[in-house]
């Protein structure tokens, strides 16, 4: 068994001792398969003092996670200074009790450590650059990243230049980060550094912390992404999250390279099997931001997903095998003074609502419709205005965003599992001042997500921890709260702020003709919550015009005639699905509608002007 492995179930074991009245312990519950294995592993490291020894002596042959040069200079210190705190004459297995062995070892671990000498200088890894010398990848393919706040998700779509038939393949993500029976197209975006640290991705991220962070004391870093929309990228990761930050530190923005860096790696695996190179041309979706935020947080995550790219050949597999945070830390030092500043692999952004509206349309099939996205994700709702005109019997295409129509609001997913949180603690009667509010607050945060599904879903959920009172939340008194109403409330006053700021033609296209109507295209993770929902639904008034609103089909058509498998995901990987099309919507152009036509040309950007 691997030892990082055994300590974290043997110390969740050993959580679950209760003390009783006369003194004993008393063990609830059954114990697990994995949990006797734990068992046995220490047994035999424990079975003589040679053994013990021998485990702790600088010479002890380090076990998976896969260590490099770099963690063992770490250790090295540790490890030859703990060696003499026990003695060499044999100890009778009986004649010791396991508490005592192990208050033991931690004093003589402990005091030892304070006399360690200062490790060695650490190796820097060796850079794969090879990725910058493969050939020119395939003209008529392309990758959509989108880097999501919950999970993550990557599209290819290869084009037949003769026929303009477009191959769609949404990435099996799920399959390397071994999470199937998750999603198989789908990368849970968690980062977690444990106790020893190692750093872990994904699925195995939130196995090691329900497991190593139980007590609340730890905590994963669920919500990396939203830093790149907010101030803070060059903090440090405080002791909470990072338990080795007084030896290695680790700023937020490298955090997030990291999970680059294993998305990249799982997109890689995705790409070879389809026998597709590494230097794929990639675009990257983004939040809807501000003009000079956007470009800025365009021009980092466009460095950051080049330096993913080397930084994934350069690791491989060990992403998933646990790798420690120094070697990490150390590769992306060594690459930075290379001072390579573009990667050319990586080419163009676009908002998570063009993404979606680039999936809506097919060049063969008319469309003439008006069309507000609304993206509900979990750290940001994004939402636009688009007019989409296809007429491919007269070879018509003026489909474009309005200017300034993408807008990107906080009220999201994070802002309800944070309603949620406080909610349970009020209900369980954990008020502010309790000494134990902060240990429990984060241990609820490890698992809230699955807690609010369940909620949604099921219409209650059942709040079971050992330091409370079983709480049961019911989602129609969840949904009473006015902060929850207040979150329908704003998503709605967004959607009227965009109708009121784009030219009057956008609305007067819409009530020229008693049949016409505002068409709602609702994703992302929460497209399915009742309060929004509700967008889609009734009328709204726009300077005295009022129109109706009507829900987009769930599933586009041209998507269920010629790729019905992507119908249950369609919500999560729309964004990607979309950024991947070869021709897309005229971004954010200054225009105006007249007689059901673009008036005024666009003012384009990006590959969208290029159509390549």
Known sequence: MDAIVAKILFQNLLKRFKQTEDGDYQLAGVVTTEEMAALRFAHGTLAGASEVAAALSPNATPVPPIESDNVKGIKAAEGAAAGPGFSDEPVAEEAVAETAVAEEADVAVAEAAAEAPAAPP?????????????????????????????MSKASLVEDDIGSG????????????????????????????????????????????????AADGSRQRLDNIKRRLSEDGLNEKVGDVFNPIAG????????????????????????????????NM???????????????????????????AQVLADTFGDRLTQGLHLAEFVDGVAELRRKGIKTYPYVTDDITEPLGVAGSLLKSTSRMDSMVMVVDVGAGTS????????????????SSLEAEGAAIGITEAGNFLDRLLVRFILKKAGIEPDNPDRVRIQRKLELTIRDHK????????????MPEIDDVMIELDEYRSMDQVKSFGISLKKTMQDILEKVDDSWTDWIVAEPGRYLTVVLTGGGANLPMVRELAEGEMTVRGKRFKLVPSLAFPKWLSDDYPEF??????????????????????????????????????????????
């Open 453 to 464: 599904e369940t909620l949604f879903n099921e219409g209650f959920v059942t709040i079971a």
């Open 165 to 212: 038939f477009e191959d769609v393949s949404v990435l099996d993500l799920g399959v390397p980060g071994d999470q199937e029976e998750i999603s198989q197209s789908m990368l849970i975006s968690s980062v977690y550094i444990d106790n020893g640290g190692f750093v872990w991705f994904g699925k195995a991220s939130v196995e090691r912390s329900v497991i190593e």
């Open 247 to 278: 030896e290695v530190q680790i700023a937020y923005d490298d955090v997030v390279l990291a999970y680059l860096t294993f998305l990249t790696w799982a997109t890689n695996k995705c790409l070879d099997k389809l026998d597709f190179p590494r």
């Open 122 to 150: 650490r190796k820097a890894p060796v850079i794969d650059l090879s990725v910058l010398s493969l050939p020119t990848p395939p003209s008529n393919a392309r990758v959509c990243l989108d880097f999501g706040t919950a």
């Open 281 to 307: 041309v990639r675009r990257f979706a983004m939040p809807c931001l501000p003009a000079d935020k956007s470009r800025e947080t365009a021009h980092r995550l466009r460095l950051l997903l080049g330096e």
């Open 567 to 612: 119908e249950q995901d369609y919500p999560r990987i729309a964004v990607s699905l979309g950024g991947a099309r070869r021709r897309l919507i005229e971004r954010g152009g200054s225009a105006t509608i007249a007689g059901g036509g673009v008036k005024t040309p666009p003012t384009l950007g990006g590959y969208f002007q290029k159509g390549s």
């Open 382 to 397: 994004d939402l636009s205005l688009y007019r989409i005109v296809v007429d491919p019997v007269a070879g018509k295409n």
